[in-house]
Structure formats: structure tokens, C-alpha cells
């Protein structure tokens, strides 16, 4: 009895010094466990995980032939943490970089994505932290953009940004425009394959070509022309194209691959073509923002302005306008291009779905080469299942960070500031404890009146969470409903070299060749 007085004593004063370092509401959820649960509060050297050593810490395991955990798939990772350490784990010794805690319980998942503060913290880009602050101080001139800035920094620039991007009505003035880059790549799609109907080898870049087309309609307010045929190796769409799949590459390097922290020391070879491909990118982006505030000074009051337009109108310095450009083009090429490619694996491999899909499309899209309205996107309702679920079981973004910037108590384990949280919610999203048949490719558990399945919160994030979630979820989305639907309208998928293999990058990203079978409706 006097033992358990003493637990709860000890309890209320943890739960008392946590009160006291922070602002009580950001630790209205550790209150609540810590009342429910009598358990007394762990300290965080007690949390499980593989052991540092002396001087290495746990950098050792990314040596070779230390490589237990293989971090070339973060689901990977995720399952061999879950199963070694339990649903909480930390990975430490990893200086310079921050200590990390992996959890998998979306009750930890809310407590600490609704105790991130207001100005979420999430490890960004060294590398173009550095040639934004740095190399390029010149134009950027402290600039750093949502990408990478933190703190009111960062706030500042979501606080312009949020009402034109996040705003359901502007992303929907889009649709004419991106409906017309899904039909001319969806026209293109016949020339692609070979005598057996198979797509080449390389089908990703085409879809990176498709991805840059359409995010540059928002971000530069033009068409590049990346899907004209027959492009001139010195074009600009062709030195764009390049310059997507260079910085995937070197930008690996940088951040996580072989020059991780050497580029910081002196300029190596991925460094350096890290730089003149970005200043191209930052050329390109400068002299569109720059037309754009030629062309909004001619705009008729009843003309709608664009969103570049609409950016430039809330803050008229260009270089914010341009920052923006470039956070947009980095971040919104190879995430929506691999999520398209995964629905149409998921389709490929299911394809009594896919058959379903083309009913439902067949009836809202009578004329295969109709431009799509958004009337009748939302009429789409198995299509939107169908990317819903192919995001559950293969995000390309396999979990979300956040800096603690306050104590907060996870799985009753004390963390304290400035740690790196990762909410493994990939991996979560494939437990039998929240989906049923998780591994079961099955678009209808997310109708609302499914019986067999109640969604639950903080499981699948696909877009992060709070006021820190992707800022172009809703034109990723409108990008990827419009192209599917034109892509399954026409021709029934087919994979015939599965199952795919994925690697983790800056993306978890499919690498085996896609080649894809496509036959005409
Ligand atoms: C299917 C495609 C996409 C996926 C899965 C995706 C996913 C994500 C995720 C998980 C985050 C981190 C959110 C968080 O920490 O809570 C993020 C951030 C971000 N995304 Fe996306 N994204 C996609 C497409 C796009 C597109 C098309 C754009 C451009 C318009 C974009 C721009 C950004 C930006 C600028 C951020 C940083 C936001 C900030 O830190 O404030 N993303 N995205």
C-alpha cells in the first residue's frame, strides 16, 4: 500500500514538473494518461533500443558489415525496430544529428503531433538550408522558405502561402489546367510502349516529366512543355527534366549518402552539381515569378488572378514568390509521381478493383477524351478510395518527424527537448490492429458506411498532420485523381515483374523498371 502511495506521489510530481515546464494545454494528453494509468512515469534512458558504443555511438550501424537494420527501407526499419525493441524505441549516438525515438502507437502519434507547438519542428534539407542561407545569401537574402525554415520563420511564410494553397476553391480553378497536362500525357501513353504493349524501362522519368509539368502550371504559372515531343538536349523543358533526376540524385548523396556532411567541409563532386543544377532551377523560377508580376499589372478586375499571382499580390517581395516556386518544384515532383505509380501497382495486382474503378469511371465519363470537371471528380468516390488506400499501404513518406521542443511523455516514457520523434505511421498503417486483412488491397474500407472497418486517427498520414502538413496535398491530389482517371478510362494495367522492389531516399520510391502492360478499352 505505502509502495503504491509512493508511485502516485511520485506520479502527481512528475506530472506537476511537466505542468510546470510547459504550458499546461500542450500537456493536456500526457495529464490524461498519466491520470489513467498509475504507472509512474519512465525515465528516458530506460526507453529500448540498440546500444551506442564508445566514440562510434550507433554510427557503426550504417558501416559495412555492421548493417543490421537495413536503412534502405524505412518499413523495414520500422518492423525490425517493432519487433526487437516494442512500440517505443530510441536510436541514440548519432551526432551531429539529434536523437531519435521511433514510435508506433497512434495514441503517442496524437500526443505528440497535438503537442507540437505552434511552429512545428521537422528536420529539414541541409544542403539547401546551406545554399539558401549561405552560398546564395545574395538572392535570397535570409529567405529560407516552408521547406526549410523553422520557428516565425516558418510561420510567417506558411501564414502567405496557407490561404492560397491550402484553399479547396483556388485548387479547384486549377482543374481546366491540370486536366489538360493529364490529357496530353495520357495521349503520349500509346507512343510509350513496345510490340508487346510494354511500356520502357524508364516509364518513371516520363512520370517525373508529367509531375514537373503540372506543379510548374501552379508554382511558374506556365506550361514548361516537358511532354512536347522531340525535345532539343539544350531546351529548357529537356535542362529541367535533367535537373529533376540529377538533384534526386545528388541530393541523396548529400543528405544521406556517401558525402553526408563531407560537402560541409569542402566541395564534392555532388555538391558541386548540386549547385549549378539548382542555380539553373533558381534562373528558371526567377525570370517565371518575374513574368508573372508583369502579366498580374495588366490583370481586369474580373479576371481571377493566378495562384503565383495571388502570392505576389499577399507579400510583393519576388524572391519570397520564387522561394515558394522552388519549395513546390523540390517537393512536389517524385512524391506525386511515385504515389501514381503505386495506385496503378495496386490496380495492376487487383485487378478485379481496377475493373470496378472503370465501371464507375465509364459512367461518369461517358466520352473517354472529355475534359474532367470537378463535378465529376467528386462523383469519383472509388477512385479516391483507391489513391486512399495505395497511400495507407505504400507511402512515400513512410512517417512523420517532429523536434520536441518542451518534455512530453510518450508510452509513459519521459522525452525530453529536442529530440527527433518519428511516427512510423507506414508501418502502422500495415497492423492488423487498426485495418483489417492490412495487407489486402481493399479501396472500399474507406466509404463511410463500411461495416467491416472504422478508420481510426492518427494511423495513416500520407500528408503529415497540424498546421506543418503538406501545403500541396490538395493539388498532389487533384494531379493524381484526374491522371488515373484518364489512365483506367483508356486502358486496362497490367504488371507483369512484380513484386516491386522499393528503395527509401529522400522518398521511398519504387526502383524496379516500370515496365507496365497497357491494353486499349
Ligand atoms: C502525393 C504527393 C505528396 C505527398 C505524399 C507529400 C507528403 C508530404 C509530407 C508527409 C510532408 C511533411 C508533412 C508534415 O511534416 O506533417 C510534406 C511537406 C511538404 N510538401 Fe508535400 N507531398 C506531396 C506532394 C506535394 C506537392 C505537389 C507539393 C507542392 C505544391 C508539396 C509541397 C510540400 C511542402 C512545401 C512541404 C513542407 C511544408 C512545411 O514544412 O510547412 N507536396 N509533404
Redesign the pocket.
Known amino acids: 500500500m505505502a509502495g503504491r502511495r509512493k508511485l502516485l506521489l511520485a506520479n502527481q510530481r512528475s506530472l506537476q514538473s511537466l505542468l510546470r515546464a510547459g504550458e499546461s494545454r500542450q500537456f493536456a494528453g500526457a495529464a490524461t494518461a498519466l491520470k489513467q494509468d498509475v504507472q509512474p512515469v519512465r525515465p528516458y534512458e530506460d526507453i529500448p533500443g540498440p546500444k551506442p558504443i564508445p566514440l562510434l555511438g550507433n554510427k557503426f550501424r550504417f558501416m559495412p558489415g555492421f548493417r543490421k537494420y537495413n536503412f534502405n527501407d524505412m518499413f523495414e526499419v520500422g518492423k525490425q525496430f517493432y519487433e526487437e525493441f516494442g512500440p517505443i524505441s530510441k536510436f541514440t549516438g548519432l551526432e551531429p544529428l539529434h536523437d531519435m525515438v521511433f514510435v508506433f502507437d497512434p495514441k503517442d502519434v496524437e500526443t505528440m503531433l497535438r503537442n507540437e507547438g505552434p511552429w512545428?519542428y521537422?528536420r529539414h534539407l541541409g544542403c539547401l538550408e546551406y545554399y539558401r542561407k549561405h552560398t546564395r545569401k545574395d538572392f535570397f537574402k535570409g529567405v529560407g522558405g516552408?521547406?526549410i525554415d523553422q520557428g516565425k520563420d516558418?510561420q510567417e511564410a506558411?501564414h502567405h502561402v496557407n490561404p492560397i494553397?491550402m484553399q479547396t476553391k483556388i485548387v479547384e480553378m486549377y482543374t481546366p489546367k491540370i486536366d489538360q497536362v493529364a490529357e496530353d500525357f495520357t495521349l503520349l501513353l500509346p507512343g510509350l510502349v513496345d510490340s508487346k504493349n510494354e511500356m520502357p524501362e524508364n516509364f518513371n522519368n516520363e512520370l517525373h516529366k508529367w509531375a514537373l509539368e503540372s506543379?510548374a502550371v501552379?508554382?511558374l504559372d506556365t506550361r514548361l512543355g516537358c511532354l512536347d515531343a522531340n525535345l532539343e538536349a539544350d531546351s529548357e523543358p529537356q535542362k529541367m527534366i535533367d535537373s529533376v533526376h540529377t538533384l534526386l540524385i545528388v541530393m541523396h548523396s548529400l543528405e544521406l549518402g556517401g558525402e553526408a556532411f563531407l560537402w560541409r567541409h569542402f566541395p564534392t563532386p555532388s555538391w558541386s552539381k548540386f549547385i549549378k543544377t539548382i542555380d539553373f532551377f533558381l534562373d528558371v523560377s526567377h525570370k517565371y515569378v518575374l513574368q508573372a508580376m508583369e502579366r498580374s499589372k495588366s490583370r481586369t478586375a474580373n479576371q481571377e488572378p493566378s495562384a503565383l499571382e495571388r502570392l505576389l499580390k499577399r507579400d510583393p517581395n519576388p524572391t519570397r514568390a520564387v522561394v515558394m516556386a522552388l519549395?513546390?518544384l523540390m517537393?512536389?515532383i517524385d512524391?506525386?509521381s511515385h504515389?501514381l505509380t503505386n495506385v496503378l501497382l495496386h490496380l495492376s495486382e487487383n485487378q478485379d478493383k481496377q475493373e470496378i474503378l472503370h465501371q464507375e469511371l465509364k459512367r461518369i465519363m461517358p466520352n473517354q477524351h472529355a475534359p474532367i470537371t470537378n463535378e465529376m471528380l467528386n462523383e469519383m468516390k472509388f477512385l479516391k478510395a483507391c489513391v486512399k488506400e495505395s497511400?495507407r499501404m505504400m507511402?512515400?513518406?513512410p512517417g512523420?518527424?517532429r523536434r520536441t521542443f518542451n518534455e512530453i511523455v510518450l508510452s509513459n516514457y519521459r522525452i525530453p527537448v529536442g529530440v527527433d520523434v518519428l511516427m512510423l505511421n507506414g508501418a502502422m498503417s500495415r497492423f492488423s490492429e487498426h485495418y483489417t486483412e492490412p495487407e489486402k488491397f481493399k479501396p472500399e474500407r474507406w466509404f463511410r458506411d463500411d461495416q467491416e472497418e472504422k478508420i481510426k486517427p492518427f494511423v495513416t498520414l500520407?500528408?503529415?498532420?497540424?498546421s506543418?502538413?503538406?501545403?500541396?496535398?490538395r493539388?498532389?491530389l487533384l494531379?493524381?485523381e484526374i491522371t488515373l482517371a484518364k489512365m483506367v478510362r483508356r486502358f486496362r494495367w497490367e504488371f507483369k515483374y512484380g513484386p516491386m522492389k522499393y528503395k527509401s531516399a529522400l522518398v521511398h520510391a519504387p526502383v524496379s523498371p516500370l515496365k507496365f502492360t497497357i491494353h486499349k478499352r
Open positions: 512545428p521537422r516552408v521547406l516558418w506558411r494553397m506543379i501552379v508554382a519549395d513546390m517537393a512536389g512524391t506525386t504515389s497511400m507511402p512515400v513518406v512523420t518527424m500520407p500528408f503529415g498532420h497540424g506543418r502538413k503538406c501545403v500541396g496535398f493539388f498532389a494531379e493524381m
